[in-house]
């Protein structure tokens, strides 16, 4: 996520079994813009599974109050962090003009949307007064399965490493 020109960071990979595999694949390769641009296409088809949800996931339920509300705004109170559809499609679709997506300096990647364009993004993202945080910005699946980030990650390795092993064999 990036907000008033700062950048916010998570780290997914507290086990640093992604990064070692990246300092791998810059060490020998050097060009990680092959293997980055397949993670951002998987980020983003993986984060379209917290838009099917029929029921709250992982999130705090929203009160029956704003259900009621929503519903009769929009046809459903699910998913939680879909309404005007502009989150959506910031985190689906790497071309929406909310969507940030760059692959640097051939070797790092960042992913996120703009708040400029999306101002209540950080309200969803990290919570205010009464209401709780639903973040949206974290590597997909794991919206609604409790290993999702795991499985990301370990896809996310492979990727790597299936890069690294092809690019030495051809060297």
Known sequence: ?????????????????????????IKL?????????????????????????????????ISEKW?????YLIGSAYPINEFTGE???????????SAFNQIVNKQSLLLG?????????GV??????????RPFLLTGAEQVATDGQAKAISLYTKILNKYVKQATENA
């Not at 990036?2 to 780290?11: A, I, L, M, Q, T």
């Not at 259900?67 to 519903?71: A, I, N, P």
């Not at 985190?91 to 003009?97: E, F």
């Not at 949307?113 to 993004?121: F, G, Q």
Request: proline share 5%.
């Open 29 to 61: 390769t050097g060009d990680l813009t092959i293997p980055l641009t397949e993670i951002t296409k998987m980020w983003y088809k993986g984060n379209r599974s917290m838009f099917t949800l029929k029921g709250p996931g992982k999130y705090k339920d």
């Open 67 to 71: 259900k009621k509300r929503k519903s």
């Open 1 to 25: 996520m990036v907000e008033n020109n700062k950048e916010k960071r998570y780290s997914v990979d507290p086990d640093k079994t992604f990064q070692k595999s990246i300092e791998k694949a």
């Open 87 to 97: 989150t959506k499609e910031a985190i689906t679709n790497a071309s929406s003009r």
């Open 124 to 133: 969803n993202q990290y919570g205010y007064k009464n209401r709780p945080a």
């Open 113 to 121: 949307v703009y708040t400029s364009d999306l101002p209540y993004a």
